[in-house]
């Protein structure tokens, strides 16, 4: 995939090297909404409202509180490839969600992605590598330890590559999308007045996510190299919970699903890829 070096350094906050005080390996406070890989819990159990995306620019409200305290931390010095295609990445993402959403006459609130290693403090609480990337609502940014990568292929066989990175940042971002549009909200407050669809309705917010990183990538099909869509259906596939459980349990539960098996999470971001409307995102439907 092709990038431009050098932007969206400001974007990033590099807590990489700090340490995080032995910080446990699960989130408290607000919440997140994590991939799940082993040893890690698997957030975004949200519940649900059925909502199509027609509401995302017809809500503006903002989740707040939260009670971890956050670790300060410097804006990025890229120190590789890696480093610099995440921020430009994170950028170009956040660029396409300010225009998409100025088009409604909507403001797009920009937050940052932190990069930590071993474990970190958000406003969610603690998080450490095993928690996985997420978005804590709570203080509207990104987590991101970028050993992630190597897991999910060599734990998990995607392929990786540039594409399954932007993948897995696109993803988390529209759940900033979901924060900020008070879609988040209102799921969560009926998730509280319906339990048993907790599993059930949190699987459709991470779908939704997925989705709309596809209509992310669809803005950016004239940056495209051979082979960048595979690399992100892999490791869309590589995240499904089927995978996960199989790998690490050897036997599948569906009813403990939270964030969709490998076909559904690679259908809807093919969805949002080929369509590039975020209105085609409804995954509460039906």
């Known amino acids: 995939m092709k990038w431009k070096r050098n932007t969206g350094l400001d974007q990033i906050e590099d807590r990489r090297g700090q340490g995080g005080g032995g910080l446990g390996g699960s989130l408290g406070g607000g919440g997140g909404f994590p991939i799940p890989i082993p040893g890690g819990k698997a957030g975004g159990g949200i519940g649900g409202l059925i909502i199509t995306v027609v509401l995302f620019l017809l809500f503006s409200g903002v989740l707040g509180g939260g009670n971890g305290v956050a670790q300060p931390g410097g804006t990025l010095n890229p120190q590789n490839d890696i480093d610099g ?51 804590c609502p709570a203080d509207q940014k990104v987590y991101l330890d970028l050993g992630f990568f190597d897991e999910l292929q060599t734990r998990f066989g995607a392929k990786g590559g540039d594409l399954a990175i932007a993948y897995v940042i696109a993803h988390e971002f529209g759940h900033h999308v979901q924060t900020v549009t008070g879609v988040s909200d209102l799921v969560q407050r009926e998730s509280q007045q319906d339990p048993s669809r907790q599993n059930e309705l949190s699987v459709r917010q991470e779908l939704q996510a997925d989705c709309l990183a596809g209509v992310w990538v669809n803005s950016s099909a004239s940056d495209l190299e051979a082979g960048d869509i595979e690399e992100a259906l892999s490791a869309a596939s590589a995240v499904g919970d089927d995978r996960i459980q199989e790998s690490t349990t050897g036997r599948i539960d569906k009813e403990g699903w939270t964030h969709g098996s490998a076909e559904q999470r690679t259908q809807w971001f093919t969805t949002g890829y080929k369509s590039g409307v975020v209105g085609d995102c409804d995954t509460f439907a039906g």
């Open 85 to 135: 295609f995440v921020a430009a990445t994170v950028a170009d993402i956040q660029a396409y969600w300010t225009d998409e959403f100025a088009r409604t006459g909507k403001d797009y609130p920009q937050t940052k992605l932190v990069l930590f290693d071993g474990s970190t403090s958000s406003g969610c609480g603690p998080a450490s590598s095993a928690t996985g990337p997420f978005y």
